[in-house]
């Protein structure tokens, strides 16, 4: 079972072997980008006092 699953299957296993980690960094990223709190906004009113 090991052996069949380990060997070629006509070129999808290596697209997963690309895919997956990509997929999951971009995973990781997302959800770190939620968790990050968003930076205070600059007021335009200080910048036109001056």
Same mark, same amino acid.
């Given at each position: 079972? %090991?052996?069949?699953? &380990? $060997?070629?299957?006509?070129?999808?296993?290596?697209?997963?072997?690309?895919? %997956?980690?990509?997929? &999951? $960094?971009?995973?990781?990223?997302?959800?770190?980008?939620?968790?990050?709190?968003?930076?205070?906004?600059?007021?335009?009113?200080?910048?036109?006092?001056?």
């Amino acid at each position: 079972m %090991v052996m069949w699953t &380990l $060997a070629h299957q006509g070129g999808w296993d290596e697209f997963l072997y690309f895919a %997956v980690p990509i997929v &999951l $960094a971009v995973v990781v990223i997302r959800r770190l980008e939620k968790k990050r709190p968003s930076p205070p906004e600059s007021h335009q009113e200080d910048s036109e006092s001056q």
